[in-house]
């Protein structure tokens, strides 16, 4: 009881130094990766709803398009605006917010932000004048969900919604990755949030061609060691080969599966292992480090490379070449 009341009251006070900082601010950036994910989308309008701003005050934004359906869903169910903008718009911003992600993520340059919230490890130092970055929490919604708590915040239930999927989606409903923080916040939101909703967002509509990419990675894939290997070419999002990757760790025998294809000259792959084995990020680190970024978290993680440096470095980008060099590399780093 004791610790959790010392905790609350931390969080009261990073809640009360980050509304002290942002109170002179006309208008407040809140920037998400490219392409955001459920829980990025659900922790910028949470901490919208913690500053007090109105949409128009302080705009979601991302850089690049939300492309996943459920995503997609999600926004539009929620009735969620999320911007997209170039870099040039940054400056029209009195102060410039990040959830869910750092500047180091992006390609645009970014100086010193004022706040960064964020469960993910850095990969540098993240520039920012307030920060809290938690990576062994499971979700951002998470410490959203502390700060909303610690400062009585009513929790509408198209927030707790959000909030929810968020945690749900990073955390694989509490099988990946999560802590106690986590389950205190899920058990929290669960009885907030609109189900109904959630399972139609869970559900969206899927196109032909995602079938038809599925259908080809399920024919070519590659069970080695306890590892299974699919790329899938040419997609039409990078979230398609991530959403793959959850898949494919279904199969019998597989502690790890690891799932690759390109969209935009860039070549992705997303790696999930079963949780008990070594950590994900640090094995595709060693794998893919030395050509694009890469890194994540213990059960799931993530190299994004572009295929003029791949062709450099290692080879033809394509083919049966580009498949077996990502099944020699990544069993190398497995056994090292």
């Known amino acids: 009881m004791r610790q959790r009341t010392l905790r609350r009251a931390s969080a009261r006070a990073r809640v009360d130094r980050l509304r002290s900082h942002f109170a002179s601010a006309d208008r407040v950036l809140i920037m998400m990766q490219d392409d955001p ?10 901490l919208r709803s913690l500053l007090g701003r109105t949409k128009a005050a302080a705009p979601i934004a991302t850089f690049g398009t939300i492309t996943r359906p459920e995503n997609r869903a999600m926004t539009r169910i929620l009735d969620i605006d999320v911007e997209e903008i170039k870099g040039p718009a940054i400056d029209e911003y009195d102060m ?22 964020d469960h993910h490890p850095e990969e540098t130092p993240a520039r920012a004048r307030l920060r809290d970055i938690r990576p ?27 909030l929810l999927y968020g945690i749900m989606t990073d955390t694989l409903h509490l099988e990946r990755g999560a802590i106690k923080a986590d389950l205190e916040a899920f058990a929290y939101l669960h009885q907030l949030a609109n189900h109904a909703a959630l399972r139609r967002i869970e559900r969206p509509e899927l196109p032909n061609e995602a079938l038809d990419v599925l259908a080809l990675g399920i024919a070519h894939r590659q069970l080695t060691h306890g590892v299974v290997f699919s ?3 040419p997609v039409a999002y990078p979230e398609l080969v991530a ?45 893919f480090g030395d050509v694009g970024r890469a890194g994540g978290h213990r059960a799931m993680a993530k190299a994004v490379i572009r295929l003029r440096d791949w062709q450099a470095r290692v080879g033809e980008p394509a083919g049966d070449a580009l498949r077996q060099a990502i099944v020699t590399r990544f069993l190398q780093a497995l056994r090292s």
């Open 37 to 46: 994910d459920p829980d990025a989308i659900a922790s910028a309008l949470a």
């Open 96 to 117: 410039v917010a990040m959830v869910d992600a750092q500047p180091s993520f992006f390609e645009e340059p970014f100086g010193e932000v004022d706040l960064v919230i």
């Open 136 to 162: 062994s929490w499971g979700a951002t919604s998470t410490i959203m969900t502390e700060y909303l708590r610690a400062a009585d915040v009513k929790i509408t239930q198209r927030l707790a919604t959000a």
């Open 231 to 233: 790329h899938l070419g």
């Open 243 to 287: 959403q793959f990757a959850d898949f494919f760790l279904q199969i019998e025998g597989a502690e790890w599966s690891v799932v690759s294809g390109t969209v935009n000259g860039e070549l992705h792959i997303s790696v999930r292992n079963v949780g008990y084995v070594r950590a994900a990020g640090d094995v595709v680190r060693r794998a």
